[in-house]
């Protein structure tokens, strides 16, 4: 949680923002935050006298209604079964939304990657499945994966997706606003779009809250507040299981509205009375203008399809390129995470999306790395992917959504049981020093394993033990020794079925990839299903 002092005037905002989240809740403090949103701990009374706690999502006006409203009908009609977050109540005031989740205490993915057993790793993976295969029956694209938005309560074994906030729908969507966002018309239906949702979730009766310290909140309970009756839909009204939402946002906003006034802004010249000065200002005005987006757009109409650019491993960008129009495709989602139809602006994006980024999650249990892809833009990532994936696959892959991918070298394609047991083999190395200390040592050596100095993956993923020895500077020890250290844990012992299933996951190819449905029936799961 934030600092005492600026907890308080945080939870007075919120208060003030939506009030009648005064009558009923008991804000604790702020517990996360995302771009558009962010999310408090709060305690309620139930009838039954019970105290529980609820995470209170504060969606900011910047939030586009649609957006919003389309959120809050994922989470009633999805939400509440199969790992999937549900939602209890909704409150509105203005353009101040707060949606209320049951809380589910849990813990950071990196902070227990490396202490997992494989069966722990299995289990995950399974769970996040279901919650895929559930989302996916209902026609919900979720477009974040990732695992700081897959909630997961390690003693209890209880799991949670998050954060609908990026969703879009399939042509099929049961989902009715999400077939609103996809529409060029939503005029004057958003805002009774909006009330409508939230008018279909339960509020509360108000009741006289106590005052700020928690005995005060424990001594001043009425029991006349929040009964969550009898629902057969968890997560409406009733269910037992506690879920919450802490997953941050990924809104890639870009306007295009501001990059035109500043490329027009540019564009405005001096008055000089020299007729040579002007003809030149007159150049460069042309120049910037043809690099403009409007030009661009404008242009495209009149550049033949058949012309072959010739501008490919030149410094260059040829007036071929220029003119074509720029393709618009969703580009959502989390860096490391995104799939290659998404990094390559495939305009029919499909709920394989999100199982390419289950891959990746998988990918990471199976090495002990996170995050595994780190790039700084779109054409890297698939660089990266393409390293382990191998470059003949991913051109035969992007020629199946109509793109063409040029590599400027053959790359093959990585053996993943290989690769991620040589990863895994430096997080299970013991060393000195405290655990931050150690976390660090091994991500150098990771680092140093699967890259070199053009930042592309090597052949050999695994050094001698020796070397690793003495990179972590620790007492020399055999290979035997390593592996012995984590017998109990199952990584010595991966089977291929897991390595089976993560190929599929990582198909470069979203019609031939792995669904969850498939997924759940995977070998793999035998003694899960």
């Known amino acids: 949680m934030v600092g005492s002092g600026d907890a308080a005037a945080e939870i007075e905002k919120l208060y003030a923002a939506v009030p009648q989240i005064r009558n009923v809740f008991y804000v604790m403090g702020k517990i996360g935050e995302g771009t558009f949103s962010s999310v408090y701990l709060a305690i309620a009374r139930l009838k039954s006298g019970e105290d529980m706690k609820f995470a209170l999502k504060h969606l900011i006006p910047t939030s586009h209604p649609t957006r919003i409203a389309a959120e809050l009908q994922c989470l009633t009609v999805a939400g509440g079964d199969d790992n999937v977050m549900g939602v209890k109540y909704c409150f509105r005031k203005n353009d101040h939304v707060v949606i209320v989740m049951p809380y589910l205490e849990h813990e950071c993915f990196v902070d227990i990657l490396h202490s997992l057993s494989f069966q722990e790793a299995k289990e995950y993976i399974f769970n996040l499945f279901k919650a895929l295969k559930r989302i996916h029956y209902y026609g919900i694209l979720h477009r974040d994966v990732k695992p700081s938005n897959f909630l997961y309560n390690r003693k209890l074994k209880q799991y949670a997706l998050v954060d609908f906030g990026l969703a879009q729908g399939t042509p099929d969507t049961k989902i009715e606003l999400l077939k609103v966002l996809h529409s060029k018309k939503q005029g004057s239906c958003v805002q009774s779009k909006l009330h409508t949702i939230s008018g279909t979730i339960p509020v509360p009766r108000e009741v006289v809250l106590p005052t700020s310290t928690k005995q005060s909140v424990k001594r001043h309970w009425s029991l006349s507040q929040i009964n969550p009756g009898n629902s057969a839909k968890e997560g409406l009204l009733g269910g037992s299981t506690q879920r919450s939402v802490f997953g941050e946002k990924n809104f890639n906003v870009h306007s295009t509205a501001s990059l035109e006034v500043t490329n027009a802004k540019s564009t405005k010249q001096p008055k000089t009375s020299d007729v040579a000065s002007r003809k030149l200002a007159a150049r460069k005005t042309v120049l910037a203008k043809n690099t403009s987006t409007g030009v661009v757009r404008k242009t495209a109409s009149t550049c033949p399809a058949s012309l072959t650019c010739d501008c490919y491993a030149r410094d260059q960008v040829c007036s071929i390129c220029l003119a074509r129009t720029r393709q618009v495709a969703p580009r959502a989602g989390t860096p490391g995470f995104r799939a290659p139809e998404v990094l390559t602006k495939c305009p029919n994006q499909t ?133 012995k250290q984590y017998n109990m844990n199952g990584w010595d012992s991966v089977p291929d079925e897991a390595y089976h299933l993560l190929d599929r996951l990582l198909d470069m190819n979203p019609a031939t990839r792995i669904t969850a449905e498939e997924a759940l029936l995977h070998p793999l799961f035998s003694d899960l299903i």
């Open 351 to 483: 709920t394989s999306i999100d199982m390419w980024s289950a891959g990746i999650i998988f990918l990471s249990l199976l090495s002990g790395r996170y995050h595994f892809f780190n790039a700084g833009d779109d054409m890297n990532a698939l660089a990266q992917i393409m390293t382990i994936r191998g470059s003949q696959e991913t051109i035969k892959a992007a020629k199946q959504f109509d793109k063409t991918v040029l590599c400027s070298k053959e790359l093959p394609a990585k053996d993943l049981r290989t690769l991620c047991e040589g990863l895994r083999r430096v997080c299970m190395v013991p060393a000195l020093g405290s655990e931050a200390e150690l976390q660090k040592q091994r991500t150098s050596l990771q680092l140093k394993m699967i890259e070199n100095q053009d930042g592309w993956f090597v052949e050999q993923t695994i050094s001698p033990a020796e070397d690793i020895d003495k990179s972590l500077n620790c007492a020399p020890m055999t290979e035997g020794t390593v592996f």
